[in-house]
């Protein structure tokens, strides 16, 4: 393997940790509505 | 016609050679497999999770507008009430693909270059995973235009179905084997880097690569279906199903490789 090669995995590992983490936080990301709070949206909206 | 001499059957000797021939590129490819299929759940797990916990929302949510009279699938989805939750949801379908495609191209790539590796075609691991990725960009995107196509007809037959229950589901049988062309070019264009591989193959060879193939997968499913069904330990059975399907995988790609070397090769 050559210079660049391992540059490239080196690229892989981080994408990878950045995946987990992501993934592993979705929940703060994305936090599920509660049935009531996704009532309360369709309520007020209408 | 001498069925020995086709390129089929000569070449799916010259890969089992190869592959004996480099026992630690057939062991790193398997492990690569492995990887692959344990990550891909890893990190899809989660967001599949969300996907479906949003769906479910939506879904309440618009039998609950619809009871009110309010019809229109697709308008009430986009309309003021729904649209924050229907923008989430695209938005970690969109995060699903895109987590799908670096990982496929990450392992998949690296499993591919091993199998050039095994042929004693070397390429530079920089170069080649560069190209992989570069033309999993197309297919990624023919992948998601499958899953809308498939959405959209699989909810337009279950319409047609409550008029007529027995009617065929002509275009979703179309879809599928659009996809399944879609599979093939795919991996007709892995060995050489090449998007129109498949349709700069003769026909001939592009039958007999995938026939055999086919039947290979066939065979090795058959086996594994079959093993499953063994009164033994469940993990054992995995153990059986790891070491009988990944080196197979590796087979499959040296075989492509090999056979199109007659047709696409660089060198």
């Known amino acids: 393997?050559?210079?660049?090669?391992?540059?490239?995995?080196?690229?892989?590992?981080?994408?990878?940790?950045i995946i987990a983490l992501l993934t592993s936080n979705?929940?703060?990301?994305?936090?599920?509505?509660?049935?009531?709070?996704a009532v309360t949206q369709v309520v007020n909206a209408t | 016609m001498n069925l020995s001499k086709t390129i089929a059957v000569t070449e799916i000797i010259n890969s089992l050679q190869l592959i004996k021939k480099n026992p630690f590129w057939l062991v790193t490819s398997a492990i690569t497999d492995g990887l692959f299929i344990l990550a891909l759940g890893f990190f899809t797990g989660p967001v599949k999770e969300k996907i479906t916990e949003h769906a479910v929302l939506i879904s309440n949510q618009l039998s609950t507008l619809m009871a009110q009279e309010?019809?229109?699938?697709?308008?009430l989805m986009f309309g003021p009430e729904l649209s924050p939750m229907t923008g989430k949801l695209a938005l970690i379908m969109l995060m699903l693909f895109a987590i799908t495609y670096l990982v496929?191209?990450?392992?998949?790539?690296?499993?591919?270059?091993?199998?050039?590796?095994?042929?004693?075609q070397k390429?530079?691991?920089?170069?080649?995973?560069?190209?992989?990725?570069?033309?999993?960009?197309?297919?990624?995107?023919?992948?998601?235009l499958y899953k809308i196509l498939n959405f959209i007809l699989a909810l337009r037959y279950k319409i047609i179905q409550k008029f007529s229950p027995t009617s065929p589901d002509i275009a979703g049988n179309i879809l599928l084997i659009?996809?399944?062309?879609?599979?093939?070019?795919?991996?007709?264009?892995?060995?050489?880097?090449?998007?129109?591989s498949l349709f700069k193959t003769p026909f001939k060879i592009t039958a007999q690569l995938i026939g055999l193939s086919a039947v290979i997968y066939l065979v090795t499913d058959f086996i594994l279906t079959n093993?499953?069904?063994?009164?033994?330990?469940?993990?054992?059975k995995i153990i059986?199903?790891?070491?009988?399907?990944?080196?197979?995988?590796?087979?499959?790609?040296?075989?492509?490789?090999?056979?199109?070397?007659?047709?696409?090769a660089r060198n």
Request: charged share 15%; glycine share 4%.
């Open chain 1, 1 to 17: 393997m050559e210079k660049g090669d391992w540059l490239i995995v080196i690229i892989i590992i981080v994408l990878l940790v």
């Open chain 1, 26 to 37: 979705l929940d703060k990301f994305f936090p599920t509505p509660t049935v009531k709070e």
């Open chain 2, 70 to 75: 309010k019809t229109g699938l697709l308008k």
């Open chain 2, 104 to 120: 496929y191209s990450a392992f998949q790539g690296t499993a591919w270059w091993m199998a050039k590796n095994i042929t004693e």
């Open chain 2, 123 to 144: 390429t530079p691991y920089k170069e080649y995973l560069l190209g992989f990725a570069k033309i999993n960009l197309v297919w990624i995107a023919v992948y998601i």
């Open chain 2, 178 to 196: 659009l996809f399944i062309l879609a599979i093939i070019a795919a991996y007709m264009s892995y060995p050489y880097l090449k998007i129109k």
């Open chain 2, 227 to 236: 093993t499953n069904k063994l009164p033994i330990d469940y993990s054992i």
């Open chain 2, 240 to 264: 059986i199903g790891i070491i009988i399907l990944m080196p197979v995988f590796t087979l499959l790609r040296v075989y492509a490789i090999r056979v199109l070397s007659h047709v696409h």
